[in-house]
């Protein structure tokens, strides 16, 4: 099972949201690119990149840094936030991202999700962040009527890597996983999930992990490492 940290940029600073409240952001000193050097360092294979000026507004403010990132790490690395049309998407992979992950999208304009399938197959993530099991888009600002399970199925045909899946009531609050969504999502879902929101520690991993579930394929840490409340050399060792 993946373990995956994640870097949130905002204004090109690190920073961790709670429930996904910008105004909120507590910023940690750290420059992202050390920090992806220092995840590379620990064995990390993959990171979690989310540009929220692209996810609030479409900015590209956080293009430049992640684009150093990707070129510095040579992590695989998967980057989500304001990714909406074709030139944006174009542009990461072409500056090697490994996955992009559309959510906005997913839910307002399928159309766009779908060609992006078929020009980069099992190169695209969905992104469901969800409320109860709802929906919600534009940075979380706004609560779709789609239950995570009608964007899942809209795209049950397309090539899709794999979905994160990220439970917004949980996400930043550093009180653990929501098992219960976690394996019903994984449970209905014909791709991969990546659990995210919540993980307190290495019980929530090991959680995950002893769920032993075919279709649970990892979890993302965020907050728990710039709190000093997970031992990443004790996960990768």
């Known amino acids: ?64 840094i992640i684009k150093q990132v990707v070129e510095k790490s040579q992590l695989q690395i998967e980057v ?10 174009d542009a990461y992979m072409n500056m090697g991202v490994s996955y992009a992950i559309l959510g906005t999208v997913a839910v307002k304009d399928p159309e ?8 980069y197959p099992n190169k695209i993530i969905l992104g469901i962040d969800a409320k109860n099991l709802m929906v919600a888009t534009e940075g979380w600002y706004e609560e779709s009527k789609l239950s995570v399970f009608d964007v899942i199925k809209r795209y ?8 994160i899946f990220t439970d917004i009531e949980k996400d930043g609050m550093l009180s653990g996983i929501n098992k219960e969504q976690i394996k019903q999502v994984a449970d209905k879902s014909p791709f991969g999930v990546i659990a995210s929101g919540g993980v307190s520690g290495i019980e929530d991993i090991k959680t995950l992990r002893n769920m032993a579930h075919d279709n649970v394929k990892g979890c993302i840490v965020g907050k728990a490492i710039y709190e000093n409340k997970i031992n990443l050399e004790e996960v990768f060792s």
């Open 1 to 64: 099972m993946l373990v995956i940290p994640a870097i949130d940029l905002l204004d090109e600073k690190v920073v961790r949201l709670e429930k996904g409240v910008m105004e909120n952001a507590t910023e940690y000193g750290h420059d992202p690119r050390d920090v992806a050097l220092m995840f590379a360092e620990l064995g990390v294979k993959r990171l979690h990149i989310v540009d929220l000026n692209g996810a609030r507004s479409g900015q590209t403010v956080n293009f430049e």
């Open 112 to 119: 766009f999700v779908i060609k992006a399938c078929e020009k």
């Open 156 to 163: 049950e045909n397309c090539k899709i890597e794999s979905v």
């Open 80 to 89: 989500g936030g304001g990714i909406r049309d074709m030139e944006r998407l």
